[in-house]
Structure formats: C-alpha cells, structure tokens
C-alpha cells in the first residue's frame, strides 16, 4: 500500500517538474525525459510486472494532457518497463553502470519510436536531423539528469523493501 | 497475474483505446476532468514560483536599461498621441462610410480571455502547452489564441481548470492563411526542423499576378474552418515557385515569440460553422 502511494507521488512529482520545471530548464528547447527514467528503473529494480504498469500509467499521463490519441505513449512506455523488466536477474544495487545502460538505450529506442510513428509516416525522411537535433540531445540530458534522480529511486526503494521484509518476518 | 498475460490485456486496452479516441473522443471528459484537479494546481503553483524568481532576477538587471527605455518610449507616446489623433479622426470617418454601405462589423472587436501558460509539452517532438483556464472559463475546443497581436494556435483539448493548446510551428498543424494586400489564399504548415532556424513554411499559393513580396503580412484567411479571418500570423520570409509553375511556397516568419510565451489571449468567439445536414 505504502509502496503504490510513493510510487504514485513520484510518477506525478516527475511528470509536473518534466512539464514546468525542466521547460525552464531546457538547453536548446530541449527537456530531459524523466518518465523513461522512472519507468526503467522500476523495471530492471522491480521486474516486468511493475515495469510495465508504472510504464502505463506514465504514458496514459502524457496521452491525457498531450497527446492526440489515447494510449499510444501508454503503450510505447509499458513495453519499456517490460522490456526492462527482463533485465531484474543480472541487476545488483551497486552497480550504475547497467541501469545508465538501460536507460540510455530505453531513451533511444523511445525517441527513434516516436521519430518513425509521428514523423517518418507523416514524410518526414530527414532522420539524420532528428536524431541530432532531438533524440540525442534529449539522450544525453536524460542521463545527466538520471546521476541525480536514480539514486533517489534507488534508495526509497530499498528503504520499502526493507520495510516489506520486516513486516513479511513478523507474520512468519 | 503472470505479466505476460497483464501485458497482454494492457496491450489490447491500447489499442482499443487508441483506436476509440481517433476518431471520437468518448474518454477525454472523465479523464481530463479527473487528472486536471490533481496535476494543474501543482504546475499553477511551480508556474507562479518559477515566475516570481525569473521576475526577481529580471527586474534586478533591467533596471538600468528600462531607464533608457523610459526616456525612448516617452518620446514614441508623444508621435504616437498625434499619430492616434489622426487616426481617430479616419476612424469617425470609416465608421460613418461603413453605416452608409451598411457593412456589419465584422472585424470587430472580439471577446477575449487572458490565461497563464502553465506547462509545456512534456517531449521535444511538438509545441504544445497547457493554460492555467479550461471550460469553467467558458474555453471549448476549437477557440483561437492570439498573443502579442499574433497568432498562436488554437484549443485542442479542455479540461475543467486547464486546457491545451496547439500552437501553428507544431509539427503536424495546418492553418488556411491569405496574403492580407492581395488576398490570395495560401497553406500555413509547421515544421519542427526549420522553426530552428525561427522559421515555419507555406505553400499553395496562387499568386499568378507576382504580386506577393517578401515581407507580405499573411493572416488567417476567411475560408478557414477553425480560424477567425485576419489574425496575424507572420510575414513573408522567402517565397520560391513551386516546380509545377503554378503555385508558390516559401517560408514565413510568425508574428508570435514562441521561445518567450507567458501569457495568452483566448479569442472566444468561434467561427460560425455550416452545419451539414
């Protein structure tokens, strides 16, 4: 109950300070994707099956207030998580380098996604333009933004593992 | 649940989704009234916080050259009294022309609303952003906004207490504009890859008499389904001939800062729409 309550709060905390904080923030019109972060952390932290409903509720988020059609972020999110997900049996807490790993590649494979969906069927063909102008500055500052917000995640999260546990010992 | 299978049904509830709210858009009510009362007071307060700071940190360092500016702007307002003068006088006079043509005001005033921008678009992909007012205003879908004296975009989406708006450099927006000296109609289309550049494009228009210039004011045409007919929305930035020799197309220059927006106006008048029967 505890852990759906944070994890409500930090998916709506993020998604406010994406949106206004991060606008003012931006290099170059440029915004860091902080959903990408959360629901790839939940994933490899967490496994598949919370990798993919935070990855939902994150995209739902965005289609209510941006997009055009419901369900399409949703939907490019939850297989994100689910993705990551599959990636929680080789994860130990202190390694960094395979959650920047995942999560560069998750922002990656998101933007060249939402190139192809939104752009390339519109007849957009200048991907090389794009992929310099928007996937990869958005990359970059992702991850820079990912040294500071993933240990945050990391460490609630094993605060409330660590509560779960205790609580778990003492119906034993 | 194996998540398999939850990633199944999730999968499916997208698709059914997305495939219901393309052509209708049954869901939006509830949802946008549900999440409206819990994200757009966050984002209100982090607007008004971050807005003070800015101001701050703005009045601080301008003082200096809003000085400079006081004693130019002084001397402007004195040309500008007479220049109104004049003006005024023309006005009595076009008034009494249009009651003996009996010509109904139709560029009129129109009613308008003030909103505060309050976020952007959560991607880097389109310009869109929400404003602090939604239906309790009395906004609803389709209602222009202007800010500066020039064309922003238009309500796509409203909530109780927010509403978004997509503006014309978005990507995938389309605005029918004419030439306001020639009036010959034209095609006004955003694009992510030149609004680098400040840049948006036009195209389709027939100019066979070569009386369009650089320079040329475009404003919304009369034709447009959603737009009320002469907004500014930019000026004329390069005009080349199209290969089929028939039309032209170039590039335009809005009349809208979109790196600057903070505050907007909503035109609350709607195009008269033909309803078919």
């Not at chain 1, 990636?87 to 790993?101: G, Q, V």
Request: glycine residues 8%; negative net charge; charged residues 20%.
């Amino acid at each position: 109950m505890l852990r759906k309550f944070i994890v409500t709060i930090f998916i709506l905390v993020c998604f406010v300070l994406q949106c206004s904080v991060f606008g003012a923030l931006s290099f170059a019109g440029i915004v860091p994707n902080l959903m990408i972060i959360l629901t790839s952390a939940f994933g490899f932290m967490r496994g598949e099956k919370e990798g993919l409903i935070i990855g939902f509720f994150c995209g739902l988020l965005s289609d209510v207030f941006y997009g055009d059609i419901l369900g399409f972020y949703a939907l490019i999110l939850m297989y994100i998580g689910f993705l990551n997900g599959k990636f929680s049996r080789i994860f130990y807490p202190e390694d960094i380098k395979l959650p920047i790993a995942l999560i560069t590649v998750s922002d990656l494979s998101y933007g060249i996604i939402c190139y192809i969906m939104q752009f390339l069927l519109r007849g957009r063909l200048d991907f090389p333009y794009y992929l310099g102008r928007i996937i990869l500055p958005e990359t970059i500052y992702t991850i820079i933004v990912t040294l500071f917000l993933y240990p945050l995640i990391l460490k609630t999260n094993e605060r409330l593992e660590a509560r779960e546990k205790r609580r778990a010992q003492k119906f034993v | 649940m194996p998540s398999k299978y939850l990633l199944f049904i999730l999968t499916f509830l997208c698709t059914v989704l997305m495939l219901i709210t393309f052509g209708t858009n049954v869901f939006n009510r509830p949802l946008n009234t549900v999440l409206g009362y819990i994200i757009v007071p966050f984002e209100q307060g982090i607007s008004r916080a971050g807005g003070w700071l800015s101001n701050r940190s703005e009045e601080l360092s301008q003082i200096r050259s809003l000085l400079d500016e006081n004693a130019a702007l002084k001397e402007q307002l004195a040309a500008l009294t007479e220049e109104n003068t004049l003006l005024q006088q023309d006005k009595y006079e076009l008034n009494k022309l249009r009651q003996l043509v009996k010509l109904d005001e139709q560029y009129g005033e129109y009613h308008k609303v003030g909103a505060r921008i309050i976020s952007r678009d959560s991607g880097n992909w389109y310009s869109t952003f929400i404003i602090d007012k939604g239906s309790d205003d009395g906004l609803c879908e389709d209602m222009n906004v202007i800010a500066g004296g020039g064309l922003v975009g238009r309500i796509t989406s409203v909530g109780p207490n927010w509403a978004r708006v997509t503006s014309i450099i978005c990507d995938n927006s389309n605005v029918s504009g004419m030439t306001l000296a020639t009036e010959d109609n034209l095609i006004v289309s955003g694009n992510l890859q030149l609004m680098a550049d400040g840049v948006i494009t036009f195209s389709q228009l027939v100019d066979s008499k070569n009386a369009v210039a650089e320079g040329d004011k475009i404003v919304t045409s009369d034709i447009s389904d959603k737009y009320l007919p002469n907004i500014l929305i930019g000026y004329i930035h390069t005009i080349n001939r199209d290969t089929n020799n028939l039309t032209k197309s170039g590039y335009l220059t809005p009349a809208v800062d979109f790196e600057h927006l903070g505050e907007v106006l909503v035109i609350t008048d709607l195009k008269q729409q033909v309803i078919e029967e």
